[in-house]
């Protein structure tokens, strides 16, 4: 029989990762310490040795989540040269974005509830919302960056729920109306 190392460095990033993956497929109501250490093939004492409880995970998942969504609009639109470009990223970012799968989007939907009932996270979602609008600044005003985030959760949301798919001509056809163009 294999022995498992004792020293982990790994293991704290691992069980966040694992909340993650936990969340999307049983949802925050779901997510335990005996799942969480499950899926990051970790012993379960390690879930108290590295998080106060299971909040203070969620937390730490939700930011980790947030983060990398933040960090790939930042991507996008930083590399569009103009506005005509920038326009065409936020057709990509919700038409290919490799957030809006059903498991990253499922993640999404429980940061939104998770940080409503627990409003001493509630900067989780305002940080979230501020860094991206953040990057559509970069390219529109604050009013039409507002405007196009809201519209972009909008249209994820629609096409997650959805069979029939808002196509990109459409979604491209909103953000102009939204960006003057």
Known sequence: MERK?????????RIIEAALSVIAEHGVAGCTHRRV????????GSMTYHFDGIDSLLAEAFALLSGRIAEDYRATLRAAPDIAAAREAV???ICNGPWGGRGTMT???ELYAWSTRHPDHAGLMSGWMAQSREALEAHFTPAQARALDAMIEGVMIHNLASAALIPPEEVRAIV???TGG
């Open 91 to 93: 057709v990509a970012l």
């Open 107 to 109: 993640q999404i939907f």
């Open 5 to 13: 190392r004792r020293h982990d460095p790994e293991r704290r990033a």
């Open 37 to 44: 250490a499950e899926a990051a093939d970790v012993p379960l």
């Open 176 to 178: 102009r109306a939204l």
